[in-house]
Nanobody, 126 residues
Framework: QVQLVESGGGLVQAGGSLRLSCAASGRTLGTYDMGWFRQAPGQEREFVAAISRRPGSTYYADSVKGRFTVSRDNTKNTVYLQMNSLKPEDTAVYYC???????????????????WGQGTQVTVSS
């Protein structure tokens, strides 16, 4: 079992930055591929970014590419999502998830992930 807890969300003005953290307990995070997803009110949960177990390859949705950076510190059992140049359309609840991809293409598929955090709210004002 893996327990995931997100933190770092909040209210920020457009153009600002936030850094989300996802802390894991129960098992070593380094053995899992990690994903970030988000869900805005009335919308489906969508893929944002992901980072593989080894060698730590990163992947991004087109909507956040160049603005968001995903990273991991396995010694701290934590994954991060640095979000820069935030836009109002980035407003959502952000979730981290842990799983093991069979293929790289699976990184954006919600069912790939076995464990989810409770989410953290990010609100970007215009």
């Amino acid at each position: 079992q893996v327990q995931l807890v997100e933190s770092g969300g909040g209210l920020v003005q457009a153009g600002g930055s936030l850094r989300l953290s996802c802390a894991a307990s129960g098992r070593t995070l380094g053995t899992y591929d990690m994903g970030w997803f988000r869900q805005a009110p009335g919308q489906e949960r969508e893929f944002v970014a992901a980072i593989s177990r080894r060698p730590g390859s990163t992947y991004y949705a087109d909507s956040v590419k160049g603005r968001f950076t995903v990273s991991r510190d396995n010694t701290k059992n934590t994954v991060y999502l640095q979000m820069n140049s935030l836009k109002p359309e980035d407003t959502a609840v952000y979730y981290c998830a842990a799983g093991r991809w069979a293929t790289v293409q699976a990184m954006g598929v919600k069912n790939t992930y076995d464990y989810w955090g409770q989410g953290t709210q990010v609100t970007v004002s215009s």
